[in-house]
């Protein structure tokens, strides 16, 4: 079946009514679900079942790198606010012990494909420290340096400059990503993030210098302090920096998660018609500068990876959001890392006070996970059909899984035919296909197939959908 690219449609009326809390589907099921019982012994037995299949998949290593310099407020992630350089080195020797306890369970020849740099704030790492890194992966993967790779990294430009890119290409990083969030300065002094757009294209022309092959840059729309005049302005100057790919995520306000968002005032923030009109905005500018939207919260030139890996039917989502790499077996390291082996999730845990003591006592710091059964599979399968290419044939579906369709998912048909009157996706026999008024809403349509959302109580953990 064709995937749908079509253009999206605004309505904001429409949008506004399906504007719930809802899972981004990076994992299915989500990270939620992990629980305590699952631990190193069983991340064992899923690598080695994974080595066993007939063909084993190529790997893709996730690096978590938690300091950062200061705090920005609007932050979620898993991060440690310091200046000492010595608790990176602490950090990186643990690190190192991770690498040398998890690379054995992996056969040596199966290749790795992708590595990813994310946190925190990794170019928190001088290059020594970096390099000192890179090659202590390189020594326990399988690595080919000429050969079909991916080396990613998120840089904050506040803490970098275009040496610090050119050196990054050189240790054979090939893909950047950049966080601006909003070039307005009301909106940066609200979310303590200074940060201009002279610093964000040094690094960006460095990266083009260095043979990059890609660049993305991130903006957060539903910040305290925006307007639709301040975001156009950012706007047009990310589309003057011509990156590759441009993230525009919703920010989450979810104080009580995440103490860093106690500075927000909520009274700051945008109401629900102003947050829903600075995405619409978005929406119109990138597309009309030429960027495909290929789905959520991401755009990109027509001619970018995504875009062909979408046209092709190959597209995949994982913790990273969109990927072309949906083949690889995901190994995550460092504080709060999560992995995907085979039918399995499994996550680090999420303090450096657990981190170092599982490491210090030689065992692997695995705080919780999960092992896919038969209908998380299924139900894997139908989420990221319909999230990554908008379409699911339901005769070719029933064949693979070996299961009636119809029969199976009986409930969740009838909770789409709601969606189906609002014109979100066009349901018959033998397809469900997203229409372009449903394109915006891929995380409602997939949350139908959800079998862990059927008590409400269970929305209060996620981000709203728009």
Request: charged letters at 25%; hydrophobic letters at 40%; a negative charge.
């Amino acid at each position: 079946m064709r995937t749908i690219t079509n253009a999206p449609e605004f309505d904001a009326q429409l949008v506004a009514r399906y504007d719930v809390a809802g899972p981004r589907y990076t994992s299915y099921p989500t990270a939620p679900q992990f629980h305590v019982d699952f631990g190193e012994a069983a991340l064992r037995e899923a690598a080695r079942w994974s080595n066993e299949e007939p063909m084993p998949r190529p790997l893709s290593l996730y690096v978590h790198v938690p300091f950062c310099l200061s705090p920005c407020f609007y932050c979620g992630c898993t991060r440690v606010i310091t200046r000492d350089m010595a608790k990176a080195d602490h950090y990186l020797q643990r690190l190192q012990r991770e690498v040398a306890l998890i690379a054995p369970m992996f056969d040596r020849d199966r290749p790795l494909r992708q590595l990813h740099f994310g946190g925190g704030t990794p170019n928190f790492l001088d290059l020594p420290r970096m390099a000192a890194l890179v090659e202590c992966l390189e020594d326990h993967f399988c690595h080919d340096r000429h050969g079909a790779r991916e080396y990613g990294i998120e840089i904050d430009p506040r803490f970098a400059d275009g040496d610090y890119v050119r050196g990054l290409g050189a240790l054979g990083f090939n893909r950047i990503s950049v966080g601006i969030q909003d070039f307005d300065p009301v909106v940066q002094a609200a979310v303590n993030r200074i940060q201009s757009v002279e610093q964000t294209r040094e690094v960006l022309v460095a990266a083009r210098e260095a043979g990059f092959g890609s660049a993305s840059v991130d903006l957060i729309y539903g910040l305290p302090r925006q307007s639709l005049e301040g975001f156009e302005r950012t706007l047009d100057e990310v589309i003057t920096l011509a990156p590759d790919r441009v993230a525009v995520y919703g920010y989450a306000h979810l104080p009580n998660l995440f103490r860093a968002q106690r500075q927000i005032e909520a009274d700051d923030l945008p109401d629900p018609a102003t947050r829903l009109a600075l995405f619409g905005r978005a929406l119109e500018k990138l597309c009309g500068a030429g960027y495909i939207y290929v789905g959520m919260d991401h755009f990109a030139r027509a001619d970018d990876e995504l875009v062909r890996a979408q046209r092709a039917g190959t597209l995949q989502r994982n913790f990273q959001g969109y990927s072309t790499h949906g083949d690889c077996d995901i190994i995550g390291l460092g504080v709060s890392a999560i992995s995907r082996i085979g039918d399995s999730y499994s996550q680090n845990a999420r303090d450096l006070t657990g981190y170092y003591a599982a490491l210090d006592n030689g065992r692997l710091p695995i705080a919780r996970g999960l092992m896919l059964d038969e209908d998380d599979r299924a139900r894997r399968a139908v989420i990221s059909e319909l999230m990554c290419h908008g379409a699911l044939d339901l005769a070719a579906f029933s064949e693979r899984h070996r299961l009636d369709f119809a029969e199976y998912f009986a409930s969740e048909l009838e909770r789409l035919d709601g969606l189906a009157t609002d014109g979100l996706i066009v349901l018959d026999r033998r397809s469900i296909q997203v229409t372009p008024r449903g394109r915006l809403l891929l995380r409602n349509i997939a949350m139908c197939f959800d079998a862990y959302l059927r008590r409400p109580s269970e929305l209060s953990r996620y981000s709203r959908t728009i």
